[in-house]
């Protein structure tokens, strides 16, 4: 049972261009909703986080937009950079979970230059 | 500024082998957690632990066991390897088990022969 899915595998953009990663989730327990970025070889890095009580949250480049009622959320990225070419997983906290994050399968975003 | 340190980065083993692989944090978080990543998939959680001396079951914990004697450490022991174990595992901490992002280590790729 996929509690946060990913639905797009990989996203190539334009350098410039605006980046959209979606996620969805159907579990209503989740309140806490993070976006983490993986390079090759290297762990996930945290990039931006929101909470249940906001429907928006932004940090310089990054902008994640939640929707409780449609339990969906997303990443913009504006403008985007080659240096953002990563892996994006989208990742849930919720209920009585002790920080266990519950991941999405991840989205390869590619921005050519 | 280490961060979470895992080792070893890679290991073949053969099947029935037994290994510790090993994860130590210089943050001074109480949490601690198991991811392993399977090709394709999100991450999921094998064993979390909330402080020293308490540790927990998470998603996929069959074929694992864990310790958490310090704050800093936290091993996983693989007792009889099989090829399903096959993945890369990552080690993570955070300060409090809500509302604070976890901060990875750079991974273990393990292979089963």
New interface residues.
Partial sequence: DQQ?K?NS?SLSVQEGRISILNCDYTNSMFD?F?W?KKYP??????LI?I?SIKDKNEDGRFTVFLNKSAKHLSLHIVPSQPGDSAVY?C?A?GGT??????????TILTVHP | NAGVTQTPKFRILKIGQSMTLQCTQDMNHNYMYWYRQDPGMGLKLIYYSVGAGITDKGEVPNGYNVSRSTTEDFPLRLELAAPSQTSVYFCASSSTGYGQPQHFGDGTRLSIL
Avoid at chain 1, 41 to 46: M, Q
Avoid at chain 1, 99 to 106: N, P
């Fill in positions: 946060v990913q595998p806490y993070l983490y070889a290297e762990g996930p890095t945290f986080s909470s997983f990742a906290i979970s002790y920080g266990k994050l519950t991941f999405g399968q991840g």
